[in-house]
């Protein structure tokens, strides 16, 4: 299962962890992804939700 919230199409980050040093060396920074049921054309469908996307349809009383 892909780390993708399936509303907001939001996926992971990748970039440098760096040590007390200043060395490189490669990480991820994935997506805050929560199970909610929402609904979808009428219907409750449980999804994979970002925490960000949830908290707006939450402010827009679509959730």
Known sequence: MSRKCQVSGKG??????RSH????????W???L???TIMVDGKPQQVRISA????TLKKQ???
């Open 30 to 32: 994935n997506v805050n």
């Open 34 to 36: 929560q199970k909610a």
């Open 52 to 55: 960000r996307a949830l908290r």
């Open 12 to 17: 992971p980050l990748s970039g440098n962890k």
């Open 61 to 63: 009383n679509a959730a």
């Open 21 to 28: 040093s200043m060395r490189a060396s490669r990480r991820k």
